[in-house]
Structures are given as structure tokens and as C-alpha cells.
């Protein structure tokens, strides 16, 4: 029987697709444990299998996750991901561009931006990890964003954007949005002042295609996989 709380959107011999809601873990933390639910646990429980995580999404982002189901197809999926060769869309709501969230000793662009629906953007930078968040640096790792500015969320003040990380780096896209001065509503680590159900950021990453990889390559799976991109 499927668990009510577990949100298959695609399952084949091989792999696992999950819809994770805001508040839960990919994976277990490395402290102790903190009595949260984590994902790849209950799958391992309700299938009866050893499950292997491919990648991971943060605790408060919701979206689609990818599983492996044997060793195999989780050796070639890493392989993917280094790759670059699965590209992953997040749909994002943040707030007006507004500077006065980052404090003045720290580096950032702070160049005011007219948004037009439609417009796109390139964003390099180089990210480091820290304790709780990440951070530009000089030594940090090279990362890219595509991003493409939807328009206004209708009844709400609220910016859409959609999203593409190239790189995959720690809170690359929470990062690069704030340090241009639209952070994510909901998310206080990064300068929302606007608060969402608890350990909830309107990011979610609802569209995940495979289509760069040779079809017989790839284990059955489907060009995209999508799901419903609201993030509220």
C-alpha cells in the first residue's frame, strides 16, 4: 500500500521521483537525531528496499527529489548531476527589490533592476558555505544562475520568477536572489521579513528534465518530470 504522506510523482524498476513538502529532509542530519521527518527514510520503509539519494533539497524548499533504487542507477545518476545534464526549474515568489536587508560591509551588486515580464538574467558568483548559510567569497565555488522574471503574482505584492541553477551549489539560489535584492518571501535567513507556516520559503523546484541524456541511457525515465509550481 502507497503511504498517504509519500508523494510519488514517478517510480520505475530503477528510480524514484518524490514531491517533498516544506519541513522535511532529504536525508538524515548528521547530529543526533532531531526527530524530523526525513524522505529518504520513509521511502526506505514503505518500499523495503535500500533507497540512494541522487541530490537533495533544503529542509524548507519544497520540490521533486530524485531516488535510486539499486547501486547502479545511483553510480550513473551521480554522474548526471556532475554533468550537468539534468536541468532543474524552481519557481520562486520573492519581494520588491530592496537593498536594506544586506548589511553595508558586505559585497553585492545592490544595482537597481527594472523588471520587465519575460526579462532574463545570468548570475556568477563564487559561493562558500558557512554554519547556518552561504555566502560570496573570493575562494568560494563558481556558480551560475539562469533566471527569468515572470511578472507580479496576481492579489499578492509578490514577484514570480522562475529559476535554473547550473551549478549546484549550498543555497545558490536563496543566495543569489537575495544578493540582488529580492529575497525569498518566507525566508528570514536570507532577508524576508515575511513569515510563511513554519519552515516554509516560497521556493520550489517543480520541473526536472532528463532530456539531455541519450534516451537508452537513462533507465526508462521520461524527458521532464512536472509538477504544480506554485510555491505558496
Avoid at 57 to 65: P, R
Avoid at 85 to 95: D, I, P, Q, S
Avoid at 139 to 154: E, M
Avoid at 199 to 206: C, Q, S, T
Wanted: hydrophobic share 40%; charged share 25%; with cysteine.
Amino acid at each position: 500500500m502507497t503511504d498517504p504522506k509519500l508523494e510519488v510523482v514517478f517510480e520505475n524498476d530503477h528510480f524514484i521521483v518524490c514531491d517533498k513538502p516544506c519541513g522535511v529532509l532529504t536525508v538524515p542530519e548528521r547530529s543526533a537525531d532531531s526527530g524530523r521527518r526525513v524522505l529518504g527514510l520513509e521511502l526506505q520503509e514503505a518500499r523495503g528496499i535500500q533507497i540512494f539519494p541522487v541530490h537533495r533539497l533544503d529542509f524548507v524548499v519544497s520540490g521533486l527529489v530524485l531516488f535510486a533504487k539499486d547501486a547502479e542507477a545511483h553510480k550513473v545518476a551521480n554522474g548526471w548531476f556532475e554533468q550537468h545534464l539534468v536541468r532543474k526549474t524552481y519557481r520562486a515568489w520573492t519581494h520588491a527589490q530592496d537593498f536594506s536587508h544586506i548589511p553595508a560591509n558586505v559585497a553585492a551588486p545592490r544595482k537597481p533592476i527594472t523588471l520587465t515580464a519575460g526579462q532574463t538574467f545570468e548570475w556568477r558568483g563564487r559561493i562558500k558555505r558557512g554554519k547556518r548559510r552561504a555566502f560570496e567569497a573570493p575562494d568560494g565555488q563558481p556558480s551560475i544562475t539562469h533566471a527569468t522574471f515572470l511578472g507580479k503574482v496576481a492579489s499578492k505584492h509578490y514577484l514570480e520568477w522562475d529559476l535554473e541553477p547550473i551549478t549546484g551549489r549550498p543555497h545558490q539560489l536563496r543566495l543569489d536572489l537575495s544578493r540582488h535584492g529580492f529575497p525569498i518571501v518566507g525566508d528570514a535567513l536570507y532577508g524576508s521579513a515575511t513569515r510563511l507556516a513554519p519552515d516554509h520559503i516560497a521556493l520550489r523546484a517543480y520541473r526536472m528534465s532528463f532530456a539531455q541524456i541519450n534516451a537508452e541511457d537513462r533507465f526508462e525515465l521520461p524527458d521532464t518530470v512536472q509538477i504544480n509550481a506554485n510555491p505558496a
